[in-house]
T-cell receptor, first 116, second 108 residues
Framework: EAEVAQSPRYKITEKSQAVAFWCDPI?????LYWYRQILGQGPELLVQ????????DSQLPKDRFSAERLKGVDSTLKIQPAELGDSAMYLC??????????????FGPGTRLLVL | QKEVEQNSGPLSVPEGAIASLNCTYS??????FFWYRQYSGKSPELIMS????GDKEDGRFTAQLNKASQYVSLLIRDSQPSDSATYLC????????FGIGTKLQVIP
């Protein structure tokens, strides 16, 4: 069964350091999402790609976060510098086509980030 | 006002009972809704999607959508301890927004 892959699964870093997460969506899925989930909250969309283009990054803190999907397949989310408040689960999801409201999103296992 | 609202719970039900999870949404133009289950420390997994008014059944799960009242519900029949998890409601118009999730505890 096809799955969304993410790495690393866990990351501990010190504040002010740089950290990067990687995601490989289900093969053939055009839309890729990055979410942040703080403990006790629902996932919050950070950025949405359709192929290599950013569709929505309105909630991405652009002063410290960046995301890319250069070839329209896998994606990297970077935080520089990390802050204590960035401690959360970072989830990647993908959907088949244009990422419309009707599409099911399939989630990867997530990366749990702890900033000390 | 949050776009999708859920009671955080916990909702406790005895094993074998029906668990009823509810969700309301603010955007009347929202057209599609999803229920995800999330075990502690794990990522969300899709249970059901629903787009039309009425009920949709899949095994022990039934999703209900009432667009006039702007609520979505998930019923779990014959609840099992393995159903203990947080259930996320998601929906939207242009994009999908998630609620905070309701924690369900099924007591053996």
């Amino acid at each position: 069964e096809a799955e969304v892959a993410q790495s690393p699964r866990y990351k501990i870093t010190e504040k002010s350091q740089a950290v990067a997460f990687w995601c490989d969506p289900i093969s053939g899925h055009a839309t890729l999402y990055w979410y942040r989930q703080i403990l006790g909250q629902g996932p919050e969309l950070l950025v949405q790609f359709q192929d290599e283009s950013v569709v929505d990054d309105s909630q991405l803190p652009k002063d410290r976060f960046s995301a890319e999907r250069l070839k329209g397949v896998d994606s990297t989310l970077k935080i520089q510098p990390a802050e204590l408040g960035d401690s959360a689960m970072y989830l990647c999801a993908s959907s088949l086509s244009r990422g419309g409201f009707e599409e099911t999103q399939y989630f990867g296992p997530g990366t749990r980030l702890l900033v000390l | 006002q949050k776009e999708v609202e859920q009671n955080s719970g916990p909702l406790s039900v005895p094993e074998g009972a029906i668990a009823s999870l509810n969700c309301t949404y603010s955007d009347r133009g929202s057209q599609s809704f999803f229920w995800y289950r999330q075990y502690s420390g794990k990522s969300p997994e899709l249970i059901m999607s629903i787009y039309s008014n009425g009920d949709k059944e899949d095994g022990r799960f039934t999703a209900q959508l009432n667009k006039a009242s702007q609520y979505v519900s998930l019923l779990i029949r014959d609840s099992q301890p393995s159903d203990s998890a947080t259930y996320l409601c998601a929906g939207g118009r242009q994009k999908v927004t998630f609620g905070i999730g309701t924690k369900l505890q099924v007591i053996p």
